[in-house]
């Protein structure tokens, strides 16, 4: 999928109305502020004049609250800036095959398993879990964390019907389970959107994950 209504653009006139918005916010604060500093200057008691020490700390005031302003514009200009290059960057991802433990499509073809290890453990078994989390298949692995082949059918050789799957790992030790943990496979990533803050990629199926979630990018098998 194509990121359209380019983010730097979007960000760029963002940005330029914030400033506009801004800087006339600031012009028409000062010439209020003037208006009323002449007018105080006018109407004073001539026995008790205000003292011009008074002054200065209004225009101090008044300048600093100015270069607050115009430093919150700077720091918001240069945000939108960098979450634009950050979405061109991430733009790179779409279509990339990710490393992930979240549920990933199964169209008949094998899908690449990777295991985690753990210390201790004598006995792995993996553990395959249908889009609705009830599990349907397990099976006994190497303990040594190098990727499998699940090739997506029962013990009788029936095919399981295509979906989404994930996959766990129990481990044991003198035939004790040990842990229970997530596995890896590979998901082709078909859109990156922002929400709020956060990068979320959508894989083939549906699934959504962050870039946090992703272990490793490769190339479309």
Known sequence: MEITNSPATQA???????????????????????QMLTAQARYQDPLEPIDSSEYAAQLAQF?????????????????????????????????????????????????????KTVAGADEAVLIAYNADGNEIDRRQISTSGDPVEWAGRASNGTAFPEGLYSFKVEHRAVGQTLSVTPAETYARITEARREGADTIFVLEGGTTVTADDVSALREPA
Do not use: K
């Open 12 to 34: 760029a006139a963002r940005s330029a109305a914030a400033s506009e918005q801004s800087a006339a916010v600031l012009s028409s604060d000062f010439e209020t502020f003037l």
């Open 63 to 115: 300048s600093m609250v100015e270069q607050q302003v115009l430093s919150n514009d700077l720091l918001q200009a240069l945000s939108s800036q960098l979450d634009a290059a950050s979405m061109g960057q991430v733009a790179g991802w779409i279509g990339m095959e990710a490393r992930t433990t979240s549920a990933v499509p199964f169209d008949g073809s094998p899908l690449t398993v990777t295991p």
